[in-house]
């Protein structure tokens, strides 16, 4: 239990349209349906944020973090919206039933509060409870103006602290500025992420993979750690370091208001070389696919790559596999040096490995409460459904 305040990251869930959707639906089904949506909320917010408390319909998660990755944080809650909103549809396409609550599923959008501050955990009544002005602040936050101002339903409200502990700059990724006012608290200022448009954005955006059949490089690593782990492995510069053979150096370029993804340019240096990976598709915590450009002596080699992470039962497999260059002539140099890049990837496994295995010693991913989520009953409007997984 943490004895005095530490630096943290404090995220509120929030169900929009709850109060409104139970004033003329059946309450067992409603039950059912809200069960349902936030057991999909809770789990695609973890590991990255711990649930401290569920409230009513919403969640009330926290990641204990003094410079929370900007990054990361971005794509767990918005891989968390789009999650939601592939379960509220399947939900919906899933029930024959007419009731109320069913037909109205629909009208349940979701919205996130984040703020960046201090935080104390302290037992109360014999549970752990987070306390402090930080605390307070955010719940205040749910209370806000977003929607009169801007329209806007499906929403993440981040504070500017949270945005600038982060090292995210709101302006290029298109986020809104708002200030909202407490009496005894004063004006804060935040920042709008629009996530129906990001979902428009994601629906619309062509994918880039490299197909098992159609790799000339496939090694596969099973891990015993969940894909957000291993993703962060993956993509976390900070991390790369800890297992990439001879990395000297990992400097990201590109990044839209410091958050890596699609158009980012990784350059990966070993002394005096340097790879570079070109961003193609980014899809946390799916896969993501880049063009790897390697100087070799016959010239520029470039391979399409994608790093494709498949969830088991025992944690996550992650597949390395490189596509065939379009040109002759590339080609030809990938025959050649694919042993070589088969031993280094198999290489970089090996400390990819022994990195995580070394982080999950320290790594406490427990909730700071147990409580037992509620479930749809078997004879339920969702029956018929599919439980709940960890990508979608």
């Given at each position: 239990?943490?004895?005095?305040?530490?630096?943290?990251?404090?995220?509120?869930?929030?169900?929009?349209?709850?109060?409104?959707?139970?004033?003329?639906?059946?309450?067992?089904?409603?039950?059912?349906?809200?069960?349902?949506?936030?057991?999909?909320?809770?789990?695609?917010?973890?590991?990255?944020?711990?649930?401290?408390?569920?409230?009513?319909?919403?969640?009330?998660?926290?990641?204990?973090?003094?410079?929370?990755?900007?990054?990361?944080?971005?794509?767990?809650?918005?891989?968390?919206?789009?999650?939601?909103?592939?379960?509220?549809?399947?939900?919906?396409?899933?029930?024959?039933?007419?009731?109320?609550?069913?037909?109205?599923?629909?009208?349940?959008?979701?919205?996130?509060?984040?703020?960046?501050?201090?935080?104390?955990?302290?037992?109360?009544?014999?549970?752990?409870?987070?306390?402090?002005?930080?605390?307070?602040?955010?719940?205040?936050?749910?209370?806000?103006?977003?929607?009169?101002?801007?329209?806007?339903?499906?929403?993440?409200?981040?504070?500017?602290?949270?945005?600038?502990?982060?090292?995210?700059?709101?302006?290029?990724?298109?986020?809104?500025?708002?200030?909202?006012?407490?009496?005894?608290?004063?004006?804060?200022?935040?920042?709008?992420?629009?996530?129906?448009?990001?979902?428009?954005?994601?629906?619309?955006?062509?994918?880039?993979?490299?197909?098992?059949?159609?790799?000339?490089?496939?090694?596969?690593?099973?891990?015993?750690?969940?894909?957000?782990?291993?993703?962060?492995?993956?993509?976390?510069?900070?991390?790369?370091?800890?297992w990439q053979p001879g990395?000297?150096?990992?400097v990201v370029t590109g990044?839209?208001?410091?958050?890596?993804?699609?158009?980012?340019?990784?350059?990966?240096?070993?002394?005096?070389?340097?790879?570079?990976?070109?961003?193609?598709?980014?899809?946390?915590?799916?896969?993501?696919?880049?063009?790897?450009?390697?100087?070799?002596?016959?010239?520029?080699?470039?391979?399409?790559?994608?790093?494709?992470?498949?969830?088991?039962?025992?944690?996550?497999?992650?597949?390395?596999?490189?596509?065939?260059?379009?040109?002759?002539?590339?080609?030809?140099?990938?025959?050649?040096?694919?042993?070589?890049?088969?031993?280094?990837?198999?290489?970089?496994?090996?400390?990819?490995?022994?990195?995580?295995?070394?982080?999950?010693?320290?790594?406490?991913?427990?909730?700071?409460?147990?409580?037992?989520?509620?479930?749809?009953?078997?004879?339920?409007?969702?029956?018929?459904?599919?439980?709940?997984?960890?990508?979608?």
């Amino acid at each position: 239990m943490l004895l005095e305040p530490q630096p943290t990251c404090l995220l509120i869930a929030d169900l929009s349209g709850y109060t409104g959707y139970l004033a003329d639906v059946e309450l067992d089904h409603a039950h059912d349906i809200l069960a349902d949506l936030l057991n999909t909320v809770v789990t695609a917010l973890r590991p990255t944020f711990r649930l401290a408390k569920l409230e009513g319909d919403a969640a009330f998660t926290v990641a204990f973090v003094d410079r929370p990755d900007g990054t990361t944080l971005l794509d767990t809650i918005e891989r968390c919206y789009f999650g939601f909103r592939r379960r509220r549809r399947d939900v919906r396409q899933a029930t024959s039933c007419e009731c109320h609550a069913c037909v109205r599923i629909p009208d349940l959008d979701l919205k996130f509060v984040v703020h960046h501050g201090q935080a104390l955990v302290q037992k109360v009544a014999g549970r752990k409870e987070l306390v402090g002005s930080d605390v307070i602040l955010v719940h205040r936050l749910l209370k806000n103006e977003v929607a009169d101002r801007f329209g806007i339903g499906a929403y993440a409200l981040f504070t500017e602290a949270c945005l600038a502990a982060a090292a995210i700059e709101p302006q290029p990724l298109g986020m809104l500025a708002t200030t909202e006012s407490f009496e005894r608290i004063g004006e804060v200022s935040c920042w709008v992420h629009d996530l129906d448009r990001r979902w428009r954005e994601e629906e619309a955006r062509v994918r880039v993979f490299v197909r098992p059949e159609d790799a000339i490089i496939d090694v596969k690593v099973p891990t015993r750690v969940p894909p957000q782990v291993a993703w962060e492995f993956l993509t976390v510069p900070g991390r790369r370091r800890t297992w990439q053979p001879g990395m000297t150096d990992f400097v990201v370029t590109g990044a839209t208001g410091g958050r890596r993804g699609t158009g980012a340019t990784n350059h990966c240096v070993h002394g005096d070389d340097v790879t570079l990976e070109e961003i193609l598709d980014w899809r946390p915590y799916d896969y993501l696919t880049d063009r790897t450009i390697v100087q070799t002596p016959g010239g520029p080699l470039r391979l399409v790559h994608t790093l494709e992470l498949e969830p088991t039962a025992e944690g996550t497999i992650i597949h390395f596999r490189y596509g065939p260059p379009k040109a002759a002539r590339e080609r030809a140099m990938a025959l050649q040096v694919a042993p070589m890049f088969d031993g280094l990837i198999r290489q970089a496994a090996d400390n990819l490995l022994a990195a995580i295995e070394s982080d999950a010693v320290g790594r406490t991913g427990d909730d700071l409460s147990e409580p037992e989520l509620a479930r749809p009953r078997s004879d339920g409007p969702l029956s018929g459904l599919a439980p709940i997984t960890m990508l979608d």
